[in-house]
């Protein structure tokens, strides 16, 4: 695609190329918050996890989370996500493995309620078998396939930033959409974004923008595994799409509603014309040009 020039008759391509990528939004490029801190856990857990986040880690640690289902089909998954977020749970679907996908909402703060929030569910019918994940089974945590210790190291962030590309190229060639009368329409690309985080135990927000203001500012030259990119329908306008940096110049994202997950190249015409910054949520950055 050629590079898009200011004219009258390029604003209508570059709306309809902000429409065919999804994740629209009012967000434009402003400076991060502080970073968060970690939210509160249950005392069964506390020794097994750092008291802190690493320095330079802008990402609140998930608590408990309920997990339920392993469907063959992926639009039953996607229903049942769907379902529980117009319930006014945060729910997401993603690959498990051996062809199922399996279901994750909630970010409780103990176990205690993640199990009462789960069994009204079942009593209402709304899930079946239920699995609670707790703080310890994360990525983020486990410096090993074993679960912590007490005396345990997480693992430095170059292992989580592989577990994060990791886990995006799982949903390559997923159909990750939210549906078109659904809630959370135009959230595909940052809904991906969310549930990989998720997956390791970070507690990636929703939104293209919230995603935008909770990290930390990377110039393009020292960009690293696991950094996040974003885009603007228009050059300089707000923000509308986001994905995942593997390295190489590549990022993995969700197109938009109909379209499977796929690798991008940064050097792509569209991106490198609407590409708006790009921001990290993890720390150990080496200094000088990557």
Known sequence: MKRLRKSGGVVVMAVALSWYYGCRTDARTVPPPSPASLPARAAVETSALPAKAPAGETLARMGYTIQVGAFAVLDNARALAEALTAAGLDAFYFPAGSGLFKVRFGNFPSWDAAVVEARKLKEKGRILEYFIVGPADYAVTRPGASRPTVDATPPPASVLREKLVDTAKNFIGVDYAWGGTSSRSGFDCSGLVQAVYQLNGLAMPRSVRDQYLSGTAVPEDR????????????????????????????????????????????????????????????????????
């Open 223 to 290: 960009l690293m595994k696991g950094d996040l990119v974003f885009f603007a329908g228009t050059p300089g306008g707000p923000l509308s799409h986001v994905g995942i940096y593997i390295g190489d110049g590549v990022f993995i994202h969700a197109p938009g509603s109909g379209k499977n997950v796929r690798r991008e190249s940064l050097e792509s015409s569209w991106f490198r014309v609407h590409f708006s910054g790009a921001r990290a949520y993890l720390g150990e950055r080496p200094p000088g040009p990557r």
